[in-house]
């Protein structure tokens, strides 16, 4: 019998904490090689099917369903794109894979390559799905396997930075990976067909995938991790990780520790944050609930100063008071008025909003597909002029209005203490 729809959730900001949602995933899965890239929707979802397997009998006809709401709240999907979550998981039926490429040959399982998900259907906001007949003992029956738990995968916005992690977590308790061929690591990441031009040389993987990677997992995961590579010659030939688990508990025990973070959340989301980057920020192991709080007194006191120009943006300027670690009483280190021409004034504001609409471009690019689209409808529906719309092929002008609009409304307009200590970093680094 198929199953119910589930009961709605209730999606409140002060709900008392994450419920579990780890499940085990067979290890063969974990260190397999996919012919063809997977996007992070993909992967998210790909987890939640298989934990789906495992807590409930499939349907009288061998598919397991899921409801498509069920579905975008188990991987965080949050955007109205569901055109593109179907056309992610049907996408999933043509993606081969190599499995359990770690394990030396002769301990291999027997077949080598298949699809993992060979039907997958829609219908009446249902997802159905099957496993290879290959793989379902093994995911089912999993002998060796690692623990992902969904609330982790659900705050990665980098389809590499979840496969570098879920590879990670299988070596939690050595507290170090296998080491293995950079070249194989790149396509277990990213694809067989990772062997782009991009990606033949390692500081292209490095600087492009393997940094920022890192970067994420150690910000949003219960993880540290760090890079070691294998030095042959002159020439990276390896790479493994180090692999630490984050110590949960504070002094102020867990109890108190979830009610500070809930009111930090809802205090970030009231000065404009998105509720999914408060959480986000105050999980980063970058920030410390001292920093975060004093950030936001420090905020509060700004939009409440009289006799000083108004805070445009407000979560621009929390963002920036965060990133800074501004407390107000270090308001006497935080940049302070200086006196500029009005051309002096000028030329800093057009340098800054060049830098801006530069750092859009990689920022706009880190984003998941789906916040990408979002993105793109909300500037579509904003731009009057037709030609700078963005379709499919994009015009230098197109491109150009659109970072802005995105520098725009992801920093806001500068405020004058922004710009000035954007001037002593940059301008009179460059002028010396």
């Known amino acids: 019998m198929p199953k119910s729809p589930p009961t709605p959730m209730q999606i409140s900001l002060f709900a008392s904490k994450e419920a579990p949602a780890s499940f085990r995933k067979a290890v063969q899965v974990l260190h397999s090689l996919p012919k063809a890239p997977l996007s992070l929707v993909q992967r998210k979802v790909a987890n939640a099917w298989i934990k789906n397997a495992l807590e409930d009998e499939p349907c009288s006809d061998g598919f397991w369903e899921m409801s498509i709401l069920e579905l975008s709240k188990s991987i965080g999907f949050d955007s109205k794109n569901v055109k593109y979550l179907r056309v992610s998981t049907d996408a999933l039926m043509s993606i081969v894979f190599e499995w359990d490429v770690m394990a030396p040959q002769a301990k291999r399982i027997d077949w080598k390559k298949s ?47 979840l496969a570098i992690w879920e590879y990670c977590v299988r070596y939690e308790k050595l507290g170090q ?23 033949k040389q390692y500081k292209y993987f490095k600087g492009k995938v393997m940094k920022p990677s890192v970067a994420e997992i150690n910000a949003v995961s219960n993880h540290e991790i760090e890079l070691v590579e294998t030095m042959s010659g002159r020439w990276v030939k390896a790479v493994r990780f180090i692999v630490t688990k984050k110590a949960h508990a504070d002094d102020a025990g867990p109890e108190t520790k979830d009610e500070r973070s809930l009111e930090l959340v809802g205090e970030l989301v009231k000065l404009g944050l998105l509720q999914s980057e408060a959480k986000k920020i105050c999980a980063s192991s970058l920030n410390s609930h001292e920093d975060v709080k004093g950030a936001v007194e420090y905020t509060k006191r700004r939009l409440a100063a009289k006799g000083m120009a ?7 300027y929390l963002r920036d008071a965060i990133s800074k670690k501004y407390k107000p009483e270090s308001e006497k280190g935080a940049p302070k008025n200086m006196s500029a021409t009005p051309a002096q004034a000028l030329d800093i504001k057009a340098e800054y909003s060049r830098h801006q609409e530069r750092e859009a471009r990689p920022y706009f690019k880190e984003l998941d597909e789906a916040d990408q689209a979002a993105l793109v409808d909300q500037y579509n529906e904003q731009q009057a002029v037709g030609s700078l719309k963005v379709k499919k092929r994009a015009t230098p002008a197109t491109e150009a209005a659109f970072f802005r609009w995105v520098a725009k409304v992801t920093w806001g307009e500068p405020t004058t203490e922004e710009l000035l200590d954007f001037a002593e970093k940059n301008l009179v680094t460059r002028a010396g």
Do not use: C, H
């Open 177 to 199: 990976t296998a080491e293995v061929e950079w070249e194989k690591f790149r396509d277990m990441v990213l694809g067989e067909s990772a062997n782009a031009e991009t990606f």
């Open 310 to 316: 108004k805070v445009e943006n407000p979560a621009a």
């Open 115 to 161: 699809v993992l998900f060979p039907e997958v259907e829609s219908r009446a906001g249902l997802i159905r799905y099957q496993f290879s007949s290959e793989m379902r003992r093994v995911l089912l029956n999993p002998a060796m396997y690692a623990v992902i738990d969904m609330n982790v995968v659900r705050r990665f916005r980098r389809a590499a930075s």
